[in-house]
T-cell receptor
């Protein structure tokens, strides 16, 4: 079975531009989460989606938005890019439903999309 | 919200020695504590996890301990090997499956 797949793997943008990152979860997984990992730091939670509904949002500005499609794939959009948005964006899928459920199980991460903002 | 602190930030050990990484968390409602290993340029991969109803869990050379009263948990790697060299992250959950990660520990195992 394929793991979590993300695209693009690398991209370069300039300040003020917009970017869309894509993620396909493991087959059978209904939850997708997005994390931002700045070089040298741990991943930071951005969003979680389950069954196409937003279940959680981290401390990120409104320039960040996401959605989940009927096939459970997801997109992360970032508008008005800043230099500080340069990071590895990780998508993770899980079986669980989130929203306070205890038994949500392991997060499986994709290889990430490395965004560089110039 | 949840705050997770991880120590040390770097750890250098001789091959065959043990390595211990410690984390503390702030939210007493957290009940799931995974550890991830991330090699350079790769994705984080789960190596072991523990839930709040268990005090210790072991998988071959890796073990994790949890002290809910003190709100800390630790990763223990015995008989370290060069391939254990990587960055290790602890994490704790909050509502649902949203994880708060520690800042990471760069483990270097010298042959």
């Amino acid at each position: 079975d394929a793991g979590v797949t993300q695209s693009p793997t690398h991209l370069i943008k300039t300040r003020g531009q917009q970017v869309t990152l894509r993620c396909s979860p493991i087959s059978g997984h209904k939850s997708v989460s997005w994390y931002q990992q700045v070089l040298g730091q741990g991943p930071q939670f951005i969003f979680q989606y389950y069954e196409k509904e937003e279940r959680g949002r981290g401390n990120f500005p409104d320039r960040f938005s996401a959605r989940q499609f009927p096939n459970y794939s997801s997109e992360l959009n970032v508008n008005a890019l800043l230099l500080g948005d340069s990071a590895l964006y990780l998508c993770a899928s899980s079986r669980g439903q989130g929203g306070g459920s205890f038994d949500t199980g392991e997060l499986f991460f994709g290889e990430g999309s490395r965004l560089t903002v110039l | 919200g949840e705050n997770v602190e991880q120590h040390p930030s770097t750890l250098s050990v001789q091959e065959g020695d043990s390595a211990v990484i410690k984390c503390t968390y702030s939210d007493s409602a957290s009940n799931y504590f995974p550890w991830y290993k991330q090699e350079l340029g790769k994705r984080p991969q789960l190596i072991i996890d523990i839930r709040s109803n268990v005090g210790e869990k072991k998988d071959q050379r890796i073990a994790v301990t949890l002290n809910k009263t003190a709100k800390h948990f630790s990763l223990h790697i015995t008989e370290t090997q060069p391939e254990d060299s990587a960055v290790y992250f602890c994490a704790a959950n909050n509502a649902g499956n949203m994880l708060t990660f520690g800042g990471g520990t760069r483990l270097m195992v010298k042959p």
